[in-house]
């Protein structure tokens, strides 16, 4: 591991703003803070809202400073990523913003029953091989579930005109209602503060003239969802710097992994 990552893992085992949790901490089994973030840990009863897959933490500090009465919360496992958002909303004292370095697969040990009232996509990987690995899957729509009331509103910012297309086939397949459906973002009359805050990644694909794409959609009353039984044409777009592979075909499609 490079020393500049010791060095960040180190700093943050220090940041008051970082909740760190061992596999054996949270594996069938709940984190203390379970159902009490508001109370215990950010002590205010504020709506609380999640950045999953959060990265360098862009949109849990900027939402922070742009709501003082809500509380963020940005979840990663990537720790040197996730030190910039933690060291910047720890050096301005945003005291509504926090950081829990977790994998999303336990994302229901760490949150209780209608605990959370927003969820913020931002650029996950669309995973065009495996569907449960999807952050938008009827996989983690059932965790999400957990925590989330019937009216909890869920943000999908992305690149990937395979992620978009099959999250909005999904969100229709299973009746959820769509408040914002945009495949054109910056083309759109949607953009205001909120949308505008740019991860490390949007600002790259929009350099390449890459359309961002929004969808906004409630959570519903269900606890079980369909998956979509269609195919989705894989993004073909080439960038090394974060995981593509040179387009190949498979059983005669174009397709490109991530």
Known sequence: MAKNKLKKFAEMATYKNVI???????FNKDHHLKGKW???YFKNNHPLVLELGCGKGEYTVGLARLYPDKNFIG?????ARMHKGAT?????GLTNAAFLRTRIEFIQSFFGVDEVDEVWLTFPDPQMKKSTKRLTSSFFLKRYREFLSPSSV?????????LYEYTLELVKLNHLTIEVNCDDLYHSDYVDSILSLQTYYESKWLAKGIPI??????????KSWTEPDKDFEFDIYHNKGRGYR????????????R
Do not use: C, P
């Not at 040179?246 to 992994?257: F, L, P, Q, S, Y």
């Open 20 to 26: 760190e949790s061992e596999f054996e901490d949270v």
């Open 88 to 92: 910047e909303a720890l050096e301005e």
């Open 154 to 162: 869920i943000h999908l910012k992305t690149d990937s005109q395979f």
């Open 213 to 222: 794409k929004y969808l906004k959609f409630y959570m519903g009353e269900e």
């Open 246 to 257: 040179e387009r190949n075909v498979i059983d005669g499609r174009k397709t490109a992994g």
């Open 75 to 79: 979840i990663d496992i990537k720790g």
């Open 38 to 40: 508001k109370q215990d």
